[in-house]
């Protein structure tokens, strides 16, 4: 399913649509994907609706997008799904948010939506050329919202090859 959480909300990673009005200034999480020929997809973006980002939330999304393009940068066939989510999780947990990053940084993508294996702190599986897996770093305050991006990747015999070409913009 389709998750669409706004202001407050954005801190549930799986918030469920709710009948709350999205408001000016709101953090906007969205996540979906499709379905081909039985294979999964999956997308997440997160966006201001109708108003500059604050500071607050100027700040948190790009270090978000810090953590993520670190991950993307590093990882390659050979590391363990440990080793990956060690990349952003060390960005995000130094800049003070380490508790605030509850999620594993990704998973496998196939007939499933979430398939092993996981890019997340106990997964000591090697990356092999082939496998499809997601890119999703988050961060989420309770009470005041939550940022996450995410990409899908396929492992290459060399690094990845980032399958989404959506812009990265807090405000679109």
Do not use: C
């Not at 000016?24 to 039985?38: E, K, P, Q, S």
């Not at 980002?53 to 799904?81: C, E, F, H, I, W």
């Amino acid at each position: 399913p389709t998750i669409v959480a706004s202001g407050p909300r954005s801190a549930l990673p799986h918030g469920e649509p709710t009948d709350r009005q999205i408001e000016a200034g709101d953090l906007l999480t969205l996540d979906g994907g499709a379905i081909y020929n039985g294979y999964r997809s999956d997308f997440t973006r997160t966006v201001v609706v109708g108003a500059e980002p604050t500071a607050q939330q100027q700040a948190l999304y790009d270090l978000v997008l810090k953590a993520q393009q670190a991950a993307l940068a590093g990882m390659k066939p050979g590391m363990t799904g440990k080793e990956v989510d060690a990349l952003a999780r060390e960005i995000i947990t130094e800049a003070g948010y380490g508790d605030r990053f509850g999620h594993g940084l990704g998973h496998s993508l196939g007939l499933e939506i979430h398939e092993a294996p996981r890019l997340a702190l106990t997964d000591e599986t090697v990356l092999e050329p082939g496998v499809v897996y997601t890119v999703e770093p988050g961060v989420y305050l309770t009470g005041w919202g939550g940022i996450r991006i995410e990409d899908v990747v396929v492992v290459t015999a060399e690094g990845i090859e980032d399958l989404t070409t959506s812009p990265k913009r807090l405000n679109p």
